[in-house]
Every structure is written in structure tokens, then in C-alpha cells.
């Protein structure tokens, strides 16, 4: 939320090599399986990038697939979790958010930034998410 954000090519691991790759999925992210070979770094590094990036932060994502691919990750690089990925949605019913005010706050994350299914985008949204409930007086972003 403060504004930093890090994105990592990472190298498949030998025991994905065989995993289906799908065309589909490459035109939408725009990342090919060539380029991950070529650039992509090796998993124990992007572990501890990441680790080092999160360290003293709360880590939430809005579906629990994200904490499942950080499992795989783990796995494949014989680590443990480096940390805990929560959902957003605990996060804000905690905080007492209606369903038309998170509705409207990711509306308009949407419109600022529009780009998406590259995990950096998504994640800079979702934090503009976070931002615009966090910067509205509580009864503030309703439709």
C-alpha cells in the first residue's frame, strides 16, 4: 500500500516441465514459456526476494489460489511458506466495509488502473482497493 511493489519471472521447476501450457493462458499474461526459461529467476531466490520484500507486512490476496501457488512454489524449492496469505475479504468485514462501498472502491481501482492478470497489476489493485476504503470516512464510497 505504500507504493513498492516487485514482480518476478520465475524459472519453472524441472518437475513442472511436463505441466500443460496453454496458449491461451500465455496470450493473456503475456509471458511465454521460452521467456520463463530465459529470464525467469530460480524459485529459491524469488522465495527469499519475496520473503525479504513482505518481511513486517500482513500479506492478503482475493482468492485463495494465491496461497496455493506459493505452496507450489515452496514445494518445488523444498521451502516452507515464507508467509501467511490472508484473504481480503476477512480483512474487510473486519473493518465493517458494506458490500456496495468495496464494490465501488474496486470500480474505481479498475478505472485507475485497468491493466490485468499480470500479478503485479493485480496486486497494485487490490492494495488502490484497500487505500480507497481505508482513506473514506466509514459511511464514505456508497452507490
Given at each position: 500500500?505504500?507504493?513498492r511493489d516487485r514482480a518476478w519471472l520465475i524459472r519453472p521447476a524441472e518437475a513442472w516441465r511436463y505441466w500443460d501450457w496453454s496458449e491461451e493462458a500465455e496470450k493473456l499474461h503475456g509471458i511465454s514459456r521460452e521467456q520463463l526459461d530465459r529470464e525467469g529467476l530460480p524459485l529459491a531466490q524469488v522465495i527469499s526476494e519475496?520473503?525479504?520484500f513482505a518481511a513486517d507486512c500482513s500479506v492478503f490476496a482475493d482468492a485463495d489460489?494465491?496461497?496455493y501457488?506459493?505452496?507450489v512454489l515452496c514445494q518445488?524449492?523444498?521451502r516452507g511458506l515464507?508467509?501467511?496469505v490472508r484473504y481480503l475479504g476477512e480483512f474487510m468485514k473486519k473493518r465493517g466495509y458494506t458490500r456496495p462501498q468495496v464494490v465501488a472502491a474496486l470500480d474505481e481501482a479498475k478505472r485507475r488502473l485497468p491493466k490485468e492478470h499480470l500479478a503485479r497489476e493485480d496486486a497494485?489493485?487490490?492494495a488502490l482497493v484497500v487505500k480507497l476504503l481505508l482513506d473514506e470516512p466509514p459511511q464514505g464510497l456508497s452507490t
Amino acid at each position: 500500500m505504500d507504493g513498492r511493489d516487485r514482480a518476478w519471472l520465475i524459472r519453472p521447476a524441472e518437475a513442472w516441465r511436463y505441466w500443460d501450457w496453454s496458449e491461451e493462458a500465455e496470450k493473456l499474461h503475456g509471458i511465454s514459456r521460452e521467456q520463463l526459461d530465459r529470464e525467469g529467476l530460480p524459485l529459491a531466490q524469488v522465495i527469499s526476494e519475496m520473503a525479504d520484500f513482505a518481511a513486517d507486512c500482513s500479506v492478503f490476496a482475493d482468492a485463495d489460489l494465491d496461497e496455493y501457488w506459493l505452496e507450489v512454489l515452496c514445494q518445488a524449492a523444498g521451502r516452507g511458506l515464507p508467509f501467511h496469505v490472508r484473504y481480503l475479504g476477512e480483512f474487510m468485514k473486519k473493518r465493517g466495509y458494506t458490500r456496495p462501498q468495496v464494490v465501488a472502491a474496486l470500480d474505481e481501482a479498475k478505472r485507475r488502473l485497468p491493466k490485468e492478470h499480470l500479478a503485479r497489476e493485480d496486486a497494485k489493485r487490490l492494495a488502490l482497493v484497500v487505500k480507497l476504503l481505508l482513506d473514506e470516512p466509514p459511511q464514505g464510497l456508497s452507490t
